[in-house]
């Protein structure tokens, strides 16, 4: 939900509001519990620590899991993690303490489905080969290659796949123009979503490399506008899950009188919309 900043909520709002979160907790703190209950009848033996990966959702799937491994012993220098069958998967560090690892790997699960994964302690990083390639200003994997500009916006994303430049012109955050006649809480009028947008996140941007591994590949991009501040994580991976882009978004908003719409100007279009 969206509240501009000094709005009061209304209590009947409020309260719906309250409710719905109350009700996600009770489910989330279900599933977790149910999930923990199977997995603790499993036979998770192997060499290695066992890391157990649960599917919610109703299709096979392969995905980045992230996941922390204590050593209260003593972290090893270097670590692999294998699949049920043996197989080695690709894994990578995201950072480590002298008695844990923080890392992510490739998992490939069945719908609703567990699998049981072994992560090993190595003298040595993995060797396995990957497609994942990143460039001063760009990121590449084997379906697409995403490109940023110099105001820290995806400027082009190629379909290598279609052999096809999926952008019109750069996608970019814009700021929407919102003064709707009754509760500016929530409410936004079409007299203002007629209007093209007064502004774009465009101050200058802190262009980083945050990840560049066989997993996963991300730029970090901060910027300021309007006196909010905004930080993108633009990432690519390997494997099916590659098959996406995937931008996370932090933003401290303290703008008023105004929304945040995420724009893709796409080459394929259609002149007539229904929603």
């Known amino acids: 939900h969206d509240i501009l900043p000094g709005t009061c909520i209304p209590k009947a709002y409020e309260y719906a509001w309250n409710d719905e979160v109350l009700a996600q907790n009770k489910f989330a703190s279900a599933l ?38 204590a050593y209260p012993e003593g972290a090893p220098e270097f670590i692999q993690v294998y699949d049920p069958n043996g197989n080695e998967v690709p894994s ?13 790997f490739l998992a490939n699960v069945p719908s609703l ?15 396995l080969k990957n497609s994942l390639i990143a460039g001063s200003n760009f990121l590449e994997n084997e ?12 400027s082009s994303i190629v379909d290598k796949k279609l052999n096809k430049e999926i952008l019109s012109s750069p996608a970019r955050l814009e700021f929407q123009k919102e003064h709707p006649e009754y509760w500016p809480a929530w409410n936004m009028d079409w007299k203002d979503r007629k ?11 802190k262009i ?6 066989p997993v ?18 633009i990432s690519l991976a390997a494997g099916e899950c590659g098959k996406r882009i995937v931008f996370r978004n932090t933003v401290d908003w303290q703008s008023k009188g105004v929304s945040l719409k995420a724009s893709f100007p796409l ?9």
């Open 267 to 275: 080459t394929a279009s259609n002149p007539v919309t229904t929603y």
């Open 143 to 154: 379906f697409y290659k995403v490109v940023l500009n110099a105001n820290g916006d995806v």
């Open 32 to 69: 977790e519990s149910s999930v923990g209950t199977v997995i603790r009848t499993m036979d998770t033996r192997g060499n290695g620590k066992a890391i157990v990966v649960y599917n919610p959702i109703a299709v096979s799937r392969e995905d980045v899991v992230e996941a922390e491994v």
């Open 92 to 104: 990578q560090v995201l950072s480590r303490t002298k008695v844990s690892f923080k890392l992510l």
């Open 113 to 127: 489905g567990l699998t049981c994964y072994h992560v090993w302690p190595s003298k040595s990083e993995s060797e």
């Open 195 to 205: 209007n093209p947008p007064v502004g774009t996140v465009d101050g200058s941007p």
């Open 216 to 233: 996963r590949i991300s730029f970090k991009v901060e910027r300021t506008a309007r006196n909010s501040v905004f930080i993108q994580n």
């Open 208 to 213: 980083t490399l945050a990840e560049s591994g």
